[in-house]
């Protein structure tokens, strides 16, 4: 069983009550289930979280109007105060407050990388894992020649 690594996301922690946005090209409505699903240049605001992607469903609570998950494929973005993550997937449940990206998972915190299979972030406190193969690039002080 791989350890993984620890990391913090977003600095401070993210309110998921907050109201969610989404702008798309397109929207397709199941009113039998519910199901709605966004396509077309995605992109789903939350206080100051953004997700962007090609195609998001959004998952409602089966006892409530509620949205419960939003699921997005197709080169997911997701950004938070400076710091960016990219994944072919995410899942974001709104309900538990985590974000599970998956497929060739890049973080980019300032001039530091990581990379892995899988990442998820808790919102509720802005820490994460990353776990399949981390890869960390750790940039320290200036590395610019400019500056020396």
Known sequence: ????????FGGIRHDSALPVEITS???SVD????????????VIGQGTMRLAARTVE????????QIARLL???????TKEGEAAEAQNAEYNLESGTVTL????????GNSVMSGERMVIDLNTGTGRMDGRVRTI?????????DQ
């Open 1 to 8: 069983m791989a350890q993984g690594t620890q990391i913090a």
């Open 25 to 27: 090209d397109e929207l």
């Open 31 to 42: 009113q039998n289930t519910g199901q709605a699903i966004f396509t077309g240049n995605v």
């Open 58 to 65: 959004v998952i409602y609570a089966s006892d409530t109007s």
């Open 72 to 78: 997005a494929s197709g080169g997911v973005t997701i």
């Open 102 to 109: 998956t497929g060739s998972v890049l973080l980019t915190q």
């Open 138 to 146: 750790l940039q320290s002080g200036s590395q610019t020649g400019a």
